[in-house]
Nanobody, 126 residues
Framework: QVQLVESGGGSVQTGGSLRLSCAAS????????MGWFRQAPGKEREFVSA????????YYADSVKGRFTISRDNAKNTVFLQMNTLTPEDTAVYYC???????????????????WGQGTQVTVSS
């Protein structure tokens, strides 16, 4: 089990940028596939991005591809989400999640993740 704490959320205007961080505690952080999800008011929690154990492979939802970048620093037990060119449609609570896995599969399925952070609010105004 790993404990996750997100930070870096806030309020920005359309076209702005934010960088989210997710600090993990517990052992074997590098054994986890890490993902970011988001949930807007009245909507289901949706997949945003995921990254493999050593950061070699990444995957993005179509809605954020080309604007968001996921990365990780295993030495610091931290995963990041750089978000650029933000729009009001990106407004949501963003959650970090960890998936103990052998293969980089089923990464868009929120039910496949084992541990979750408490979330950080991102608000984009027009």
């Amino acid at each position: 089990q790993v404990q996750l704490v997100e930070s870096g959320g806030g309020s920005v205007q359309t076209g702005g940028s934010l960088r989210l961080s997710c600090a993990a505690s517990g052992r074997a952080f590098s054994s986890y596939v890490m993902g970011w999800f988001r949930q807007a008011p009245g909507k289901e929690r949706e997949f945003v991005s995921a990254i493999t154990w050593r950061g070699v492979r990444t995957y993005y939802a179509d809605s954020v591809k080309g604007r968001f970048t996921i990365s990780r620093d295993n030495a610091k037990n931290t995963v990041f989400l750089q978000m650029n060119t933000l729009t009001p449609e990106d407004t949501a609570v963003y959650y970090c999640a960890a998936k103990m896995a052998t293969y980089f599969t089923d990464i868009t399925n929120k039910l496949a993740y084992d541990d979750w952070g408490q979330g950080t609010q991102v608000t984009v105004s027009s």
